[in-house]
């Protein structure tokens, strides 16, 4: 049987290579090539789902750190062969680069000459091209026989052409160009996936702002900044709340279940720089983000994602008593940032001699774990008018105080801040992905479903000639073209594929007539 | 026209024909590879641009005054040969090991022409005024508060101690993350040089 691949066309990768560029114009024409490009993809992505991925590890660590510690040797190998960052190493795009080559090569190679072979394909073919096909059937037959199956076959909605006592109906042309708007599609969706890379295309950041902090925007190139005016987490209140009453024994069961993450924002644009190096900032937008509601402005998205579990303290106030008198001095508030030394209270002097923010006890000597004020604690001394000097080590429930002291320091009140970790992201790359998945579709179903088939038909000698082709499910062009072949009389034609293996040498150079 | 004639002619348009082909090959592949090649340069770029400094970089710019408040000092407008940049925290135990350390070999490093700067991160000066006294070693070298962590976050600092050599140009040439000896200090030393 003869090989109706591509029509039997002349493909150029097949011709002997002469220049560097037919070299690597065959290299790329090859299906083997474009088949083992797919298999490294597939293997690589794979294997990025080991570990995880870089976005998903903890930030307090840097990530060739972390993956050393967590994972051991193979943790380093794979962040050092880029698998931590998969979509946008250089080896896996380089394979996407090479795949999309090899789809727009192997796309002409073939696309182009079978297109031709079939614009220019005759109605009267050899009797070698019909013995060849696999539904093929030779008897008695008169033109009159040919021209009434020709309206039956019109019936059928093939479009037939004529050539003398030479019949060609033809049908669903349009299914053999599935392959090719296949890879079109997926042409678009790899060039979409490698404009992600670009920073103009998509960015991806996670930003921390702590409560009334006002952060530049890195996504936006500095063009933005984000104030976090409020973080918001609301739990299920069963007892306080109608609505959250009907879920009471589940939550019960749950202990507390978060109800609501929020964002309040405040939005601004930089419109200069002042002189000593500060952004110029006008307000362009007030909202919120809340889990899976993000804030939009411009081309951006700001989704809440994280946030600190423990809150920062911002200031602390302290009352001063006096245990003789019964007097109350303060309060006085001690900013955690920027402290002053001193505190006058009507006569009583109050010096912080010492600060720390996230306090422990090491060694036996006081000390702080961090720079986050977490857990601060604070060394005073106080002056008694009289001037008389006591000191107190004081902190969450911590009070180090000599017992004979005249003055007792109790903390007034403190203000807090939440973090807020919010991602900011940007992704114009979704509507040329969506294109390009879309074609994509479209190819497979034109592909799948309107297979292109056949049928010849011409007087040969003193008898006729029958046959038939068809890319996909041969039975089914049967079962349609069969009867009509039956009703006028013409010859029956077999399936010349059901009974006989396909030859080992059959060559691929056959090519039909040329 | 005889025969010979159009048989060359044919020859001739076959020649052009595949030239013309050899021409849009080329072109496709050229395209196609060249987008790629500047993907790939993207993602290198940004590997290296994800707000770390590192070996091979240049050293970010800042001016930040000293803890006593008297003197403030711009990275850009210094002058010597070498510079060992150092980040470090009250909080942190191998800092507290390697500052005596630095102090006695302080005056060995500027007869090279080299200076250490040591920035503190993220603290009131208060807290560090009362560590080094009770560190009982006077420190003859420039002790910077970077209150705001802003030159922290400029140089993408996560592990501390750090130390930072940076030649007379201005570029980063190592990046040293963990406790300075007395022999890894003169090592970075003669490296910034």
């Keep these: ?514 | 026209m005889t025969k010979d004639q159009q048989k060359d002619d044919r020859m001739e348009q076959a020649v052009a024909k595949k030239k013309k082909r050899s021409f849009w090959r080329m072109m496709i592949m050229t395209v196609v590879l060249f987008a790629g090649a500047v993907t790939i340069m993207q993602t290198f770029d940004q590997a290296g641009n994800d707000g770390r400094i590192e070996a091979g970089d240049e050293a970010p710019n800042f001016k930040l005054v000293t803890l006593d408040g008297s003197t403030l000092y711009e990275r850009d407008n210094y002058e010597g040969k070498g510079m060992l940049l150092n980040f470090w925290g009250t909080f942190c135990e191998p800092c507290k090991k390697e500052m005596p350390v630095v102090q006695e070999n302080y005056a060995t490093l500027q007869d090279m022409g080299v200076d250490f700067w040591a920035v503190f991160v993220g603290e009131t000066p208060l807290r560090v005024d009362n560590f080094i006294n009770d560190l009982g070693v006077g420190l003859d070298y420039p002790i910077l508060m970077d209150t705001q962590s802003e030159v922290e976050g400029a140089y993408g600092i996560y592990n501390l101690p750090v130390t930072f050599v940076i030649d007379g140009e201005g570029n980063v040439i190592e990046k040293y993350e963990g406790e300075l000896t007395k022999e890894k200090l003169m090592e970075l030393a003669e490296k910034s040089l």
């Design chain 1, 1 to 514: 049987m003869l090989d109706m691949k591509y029509e039997g066309a002349d493909l150029r990768s097949k011709r002997r290579p002469k220049s560097i560029i037919d070299r690597v114009w065959n290299f790329f024409a090859s299906v083997k090539v474009g088949l083992w490009l797919i298999a490294l993809i597939i293997v690589g992505s794979a294997i990025g789902t080991i570990f995880p991925q870089e976005m998903y590890i903890p930030q307090q660590l840097p990530p060739e750190q972390y993956y050393m510690e967590e994972y051991g040797t193979p943790g380093s190998i794979y962040y050092a062969l880029g698998f931590h960052n998969l979509y946008t190493s250089w080896w896996y795009i380089g394979l996407i680069v090479m795949l999309t080559l090899s789809l727009v090569v192997v796309s002409i190679d073939r696309g182009v000459p079978l297109y031709k072979a079939l614009k220019k394909q005759p109605v009267r073919r050899t009797e070698r091209f019909m013995k060849g096909q696999r539904l093929f059937g030779q008897g008695d037959g008169t033109e009159a026989q040919i021209d009434e199956i020709s309206v039956a076959l019109k019936k059928k909605r093939y479009t037939v052409k004529r050539d003398g006592d030479a019949l060609l109906a033809e049908k669903h042309r349009f299914g053999r160009w599935g392959p090719y708007v296949n890879h079109l599609g997926l042409v678009i969706f790899f060039l979409g996936a490698m404009l992600r890379v670009f920073p103009a295309f998509h960015t991806d950041t996670l930003e921390w702002v702590r409560e009334g902090d006002t952060v530049s925007l890195e996504a936006t190139d500095g063009e933005y900044y984000l104030r976090n005016d409020q973080f918001i987490l609301e739990m299920y209140d069963p007892e306080n709340n109608e609505e959250d009453a009907k879920f009471a024994a589940a939550i019960e069961k749950a202990g507390a279940v978060p109800k609501n993450y929020e964002t309040e924002l405040t939005l601004f644009k930089k419109t200069g720089t002042n002189e000593d190096g500060s952004p110029q900032l006008e307000q362009v937008d007030v909202g919120s983000t809340k889990v899976n509601h993000p804030f939009k402005f411009d081309k951006f998205e700001v989704y809440q994602e994280q946030y600190s579990s423990r809150p920062e303290f911002l200031s602390m106030s302290f009352m001063l008593a006096d245990k003789e008198t019964g007097d109350e001095y303060g309060p006085f508030k001690v900013d955690l940032e920027n402290p002053e030394k001193s505190y006058e209270l009507d006569g009583v002097t109050v010096t912080l001699k010492d600060l720390y923010p996230d306090f422990e006890v090491k060694d036996g000597q006081p000390n702080t774990k961090s720079p986050r004020a977490l857990n601060p604690a604070f060394f005073f001394n106080v002056e008694s008018p009289e001037g008389e000097t006591e000191s107190n080590l004081i902190g969450i429930r911590l009070n180090v105080a000599d017992e004979e002291n005249r003055y007792d320091v109790q903390f007034a009140g403190t203000e807090m801040a939440s973090t807020s970790g919010l991602r900011v992201k940007s992704d114009s790359t979704y509507p040329i992905l969506i294109v390009g998945a879309t074609i994509f579709m479209i190819g497979i179903a034109m592909g799948m479903y309107w297979p292109h088939r056949r049928v010849w038909i011409r007087r040969h000698e003193e008898g006729v000639l029958v046959a038939g082709f068809t890319n996909k499910n041969p039975s089914s062009l049967r079962r349609e073209v069969s009867p009509l072949l039956e009703q006028t009389g013409l010859p029956m034609w077999e399936d010349q594929a059901r009974f006989t293996e396909k030859s080992e040498n059959e060559s691929t150079d056959e090519r039909g007539e040329s």
